[in-house]
């Protein structure tokens, strides 16, 4: 919760600009998350007692899951045809199996690797619906980014519900957020389930289970 101020507060720290910036960052909390039937989600931490987002309809980023999970099950279909391709080569002549071997090598991860690349661009670290941060995602690394603190729980809520679109499930949700946080998070805790922070937690599995409700 943020602070609670006096009178000479603005006077105490007239030249500190990031105390007074983060006093006004966290008095602007955007508006409430709605969800598709109506209603809002609590948020004990928040200075409204509700989620709070930049914007109150999160359904585009119900839709991107969706569209990753299509890509992301047309890449493990075609996998398993060429495994099953190259399975069969046997029968029909040695000179066909090394072609199928190398075709399922060649596939073999691209469906996995498609899935982290989307997470990564769309709820990773500075990505599309991090709304924690703002700044660019270049090469991996995020660049010039600023925090938006009050951004926090949604930013969270975001992963869980793009994860339960994009077909994961809760705990290769919460096991897949453990290991970004390892790489880019200060909210990372080693020593929690999953390395995840408590509230982060929190907040990813309310997007997972509340992800139903954008069907």
Known sequence: MPELVDAGWFKRHAY???KRREFFVERAPGVPVVLPKGATVA???SITGKLMSPVSNLSPVAAAGRETYQVY???EQEEAKLDADAAAASGIGKLAIPFYEAAAEAYSGNAWSYLRERL???VGTGGKYDYQRSGDQIFGEVVGFEQLPQFRDVSNFNVGLFCQ???LTLEQTLKTAGDFAKK???NAAP???YGLDPRTKE???TGHIKAQLYD
């Open 165 to 167: 679109k994009a077909g």
């Open 16 to 18: 500190d600009h990031a």
């Open 184 to 186: 880019a998070s200060s």
């Open 43 to 45: 948020d004990r931490y």
């Open 120 to 122: 990564f661009i769309n």
């Open 73 to 75: 099950r047309k890449l």
């Open 203 to 205: 907040f990813i599995q």
């Open 191 to 193: 020593k929690q389930p």
